[in-house]
């Protein structure tokens, strides 16, 4: 449980210079302001926002690795900071960074972290689930960011932890990787385990996520289970996509009054998606030009509102 969670950092002079709106009267930068949020056992929680929203900061005070500056956080029914031995043995932490020792081979580093754990899982079985028997030769100095990404998630999961803090669990995975990274995950979510976790991949969060908060500004702007997002905003708009010959328009489509409602897209060449309030109509003109011209779609799909339409429409397109 975090409420009313608040964290202020001191700004480079730079940053001062130019973002001086962006500051407290006190001339600090605030990274979380006023954030409240509940995580509950068997659930996965993500934590969405764009870079500098806030999401790394409120994991950190979360974990006990920041003291806020306002507000109050209870783990497992304890303030995090200052944590107990027995508190941080039932808690497993992935950072961002990984956080591992850099001259370390990866199994004799996971076994060196199971000796501090009365329970830990088989070393060797995890490593051999994820990988990492594969590279075990190298140092973690050497390893490719996803091959790091495995061994701090085997780290985090090494103490049978009742709460799973993951940053960015899957960044950097292949394909493979990331499909064995979800099967834990979904383990951990049937073992009881609360496990919180930020990405940047929104089709992962889409793919895991049973609850949502969504962050900007270091202040949650939506939050609720997945279908709820889905539907927040827009709640008509629908999205279809298909492909097709490169240089269709709307007007070519639809009749003036339907093509007011919607928006053709050609977002490369002959792959086109079609957004608004897509009604039978739309369907049945599209489909009558297509048989009219002989035009059968390669592709043809149409989805509700996607996490990542969602998502930009809260934090907007501009890079930050």
């Not at 992935?94 to 370390?104: C, I, R, S, Y």
């Not at 979800?182 to 996520?209: K, N, P, S, W, Y």
């Not at 007011?260 to 490369?268: A, F, G, K």
Request: hydrophobic share 40%.
């Amino acid at each position: 449980m975090i409420d009313g969670l608040v964290k202020d950092f001191s700004p480079s002079k730079a940053y001062a210079r130019q973002h001086p709106d962006a500051l407290t009267d006190t001339g600090l930068k605030r990274a979380v302001n006023g954030l409240s949020l509940e995580i509950h056992r068997g659930q996965v929680t993500v934590l969405l926002g764009a870079n500098g929203a806030g999401k790394t900061t409120t994991l950190a005070c979360a974990q006990g690795l920041l003291n806020p500056d306002a507000g109050t956080i209870s783990l497992l029914g304890q303030n995090p900071w200052g944590a107990s031995p027995d508190l941080r043995a039932r808690v497993g932490i992935m950072l961002q960074d990984g956080g591992l020792p850099p001259a370390v081979r990866p199994i004799p580093l996971l076994k060196h972290v199971a000796r501090m754990y009365s329970d830990p899982l088989n070393v060797d079985e995890i490593a051999r689930r994820l990988g990492i028997d594969a590279f075990n030769g190298t140092t973690i100095r050497r390893l490719s960011g996803g091959q790091k990404q495995r061994v701090a998630l085997a780290a985090a999961l090494i103490g049978r932890p009742e709460v799973l803090f993951l940053d960015e669990p899957t960044a950097g995975l292949d394909p493979q990787s990331r499909a064995v990274v979800f099967d834990i995950i979904r383990e951990q979510r049937q073992a009881g385990v609360a496990v919180i976790l930020t990405t940047h991949l929104l089709d992962d969060a889409q793919r895991i996520a049973d609850y949502v908060y969504m962050i900007e500004r270091g202040s949650v702007v939506l939050s609720g289970t997945m279908d709820r997002v889905l539907m927040a905003g827009s709640q008509a708009e629908k999205t279809l996509t298909f492909t097709a010959l490169p240089g269709l328009t709307s007007s070519l489509i639809f009749t003036p009054a339907q093509a007011q409602q919607i928006t053709l897209l050609e977002e490369s060449s002959g792959f086109y998606r079609l957004v608004g309030d897509i009604t039978p109509q739309h369907l049945a003109e599209l489909t009558a030009y297509w048989a009219q011209h002989k035009i059968m779609p390669g592709e043809f799909e149409l989805a509700n509102r996607s996490l990542e339409d969602v998502f930009l429409e809260l934090a907007g397109r501009e890079i930050r």
